[in-house]
Each structure stands twice: as C-alpha cells, then as structure tokens.
C-alpha cells in the first residue's frame, strides 16, 4: 500500500493485542500461508466482514516481522497507516458480548460525567491540578449509577 492524501482504496487499518507472549499459527492470506500471532487471527476472525472483499491493515501480515528494516520503517509510517484509514478497528481480546457492551457503555457513563464535571473539558487543567497547580486533585463526586464493575474489571484485566 502507498499512502499519499488519498489511499487508492479504502481500507480499515486493525488495532489488537498481542499478548504477554505471542504464540503463533499458519493462516492463509491472498492464496500465501503466512504465520501470524494468535491473537491477530481472532482479532481478523471476531471484526472482519466476510466475503465483502474488505482491505485490512494488520500489522502481523502487512509488515514482514522477520525484517528489522521494514519493521522500523512501517513502525515510522503508522500515524499516516491509521490515518488515512477509512476506520480503525480495536480488539482487546475475547469478552462475551453483553459483557464488552456493558463494559463500554459503563466507561461511557464515566466519561460523560467527568466531561460533565469538568465543564466540557475546559477545566480539566484546574480539575486535575487545583486552581493553584499544586498537584492532582480528586473528584468528591459519586461514580455515576448503573456502571458494571464487572463487566470494566475483565475489560481492564485482558492482556
């Protein structure tokens, strides 16, 4: 892929988790067998639309990870990689459904009331450093109703 202002084609450009220590597994890519980590391939499995002829960018098959060379260049190309993407598609790992809904909805509700609380963000400088600068100053406000502690828990617990 070239990247100018305008990819030729669009393209989604895939973010995942590799693991604590990445085990790998042969999948096939344009008719090539190519090994890539687990992980990548339920990423690909769990977020890809099939048989819609769909590019993804994934870092596993589209950059050569034998080749430190090309790792670096491509690792210098990934702010342009991700944002001539026409989306950008995050895994984190294997949740059950509800659960990885209820978790995002629950960071959403604590989101809204920090933005909230912070006069849409204006004062985030004087909500987390005082009026004064003098260091990190915590919110008496109660956490918002109806957050699943769970669900945020094995969010932020996956690798």
Same mark, same amino acid.
């Given at each position: 892929m070239v990247?100018? @202002?305008q990819p030729e084609r669009p393209y989604a450009a895939m973010s995942y988790c590799w693991g604590p220590v990445p085990t790998t597994t042969n999948m096939t890519v344009d008719d090539r067998r190519v090994r890539v980590p687990e992980s990548a391939v339920s990423a690909l499995r769990k977020v890809t639309r099939e048989q819609t002829g769909e590019l993804i960018w994934i870092d596993a098959i589209c950059i050569n990870q034998e080749d430190v060379a090309e790792k670096g260049r491509? &690792?210098? %190309? %990934?702010k342009d990689i991700y944002t001539h993407a026409s989306e950008v598609r995050i895994w984190l790992g294997e949740l059950e459904d509800d659960v990885a &809904? @209820? !978790?995002? +909805?629950s960071a959403k509700r604590i989101h809204d009331q920090c933005v909230q609380a912070m006069n849409g963000l204006q004062d985030? !400088?004087?909500?987390?450093y005082g009026h004064q600068g003098?260091?990190?100053?915590y919110s008496d406000a109660p956490l918002p109703d109806g957050?699943?502690? +769970?669900a945020?828990?094995?969010l932020y617990s996956l690798p």
């Open positions: 990247l100018g @202002s491509q &690792v210098g %190309m %990934m &809904v @209820s !978790a995002i +909805e985030l !400088a004087i909500h987390l003098g260091g990190f100053k957050c699943d502690w +769970e945020l828990r094995a």
